[in-house]
């Protein structure tokens, strides 16, 4: 069951990161052209400061290690692509005309961080606590695991 919580978890975390770092992306990189009003620019910098804080979450917090793995294989996986074939990485970015605005927003701020390296180094970061063992296991109380032994002796 921790595992399936994770699971959804990661599911989220990787919205979170496309989604929501996208938007700040691409509010704070002035999608008219000058600087971002002022109002614009505090709520984009509070989206990325709320994204760099469920991605710090899930790296250092105690739930199943597929609450990173998602993300960061998500993340990869669209950076090798980028890397082999540019034009099909960006045709993944969605930028049809019919669609809303704040989804096409969504999209060009995920394709700046994706042909900026950004991606590939939150990838990488999501990843590292996959490959820690301790993460793996339910991790109980670690003061059962030792017998006393003779009291008053060091």
């Known amino acids: 069951m921790r595992h399936l ?3 959804f978890i990661g599911l989220v975390v990787t919205a979170g990161v496309l989604g929501g770092g996208g938007w700040a992306v691409r509010q704070l990189s002035g999608a008219a052209g000058g600087p971002p009003p002022q109002q614009t620019l505090w709520v984009a910098l509070g989206a ?8 710090g979450l899930v790296m250092a917090g105690r739930v199943s290690p597929i609450a990173a793995f998602v993300p960061s294989l998500v993340l990869l996986a669209w950076t090798v692509v980028y890397a082999l074939d540019t034009a099909r990485a ?7 005309p019919s669609l809303d605005p704040l989804v096409r927003d969504v999209g060009a701020g995920a394709a700046t961080l994706l042909t900026t390296g950004v991606l590939a180094l939150l ?17 109980g109380d670690a003061d059962d695991d030792y017998e006393s032994g003779q009291e008053g002796y060091y």
């Open 123 to 139: 990838g990488v970061a999501l990843f590292i606590p996959v490959l820690m063992p301790s993460r793996w296991s339910r991790g």
């Open 5 to 7: 919580g994770g699971l």
């Open 90 to 96: 960006l045709s993944f970015v969605p930028s049809d």
């Open 48 to 55: 990325m400061a709320a994204v760099g804080l469920v991605v």
